[in-house]
């Protein structure tokens, strides 16, 4: 089922205590823009299929990953996309953002999802594997 815009983003917004929903929604936008760029086929149209409209078309719409990013990358790429972010600052709002999106997707989808991704990706969805 998708997620309502209102949900979705007071979610973001209360895990990355963001001062605001626009800021919540930038960054929203940058890291699923990422995600999208890495996701493909079917996973990337099911994940798309549980976020708000809005969000989906910037998951469905990315520019393609010339190759997959580790975690750490992802990181730094998205803090290179967020005006005024640090790896740090970048951290956070990734755990934000996908923490929130893991919640949407339920277990057999976030399975799938990090299937497609690098190893470590568990992390940032704020579902680490059992050791």
Known sequence: MRMRWEAFLSAVQERGEYPSRGEAQRVARVVLALLGAHLVGEVRAEVAARLPEA????LLNPLPAA???SPERFIRATAAWIEGATEQTATWDVSAVLSVVADSLGGDLLNRTLLQLPPGYDLLFGRPEPA
């Not at 969000?55 to 910037?58: E, I, K, N, P, T």
């Open 67 to 69: 190759e997959p990013l």
């Open 55 to 58: 969000f989906a078309l910037v």
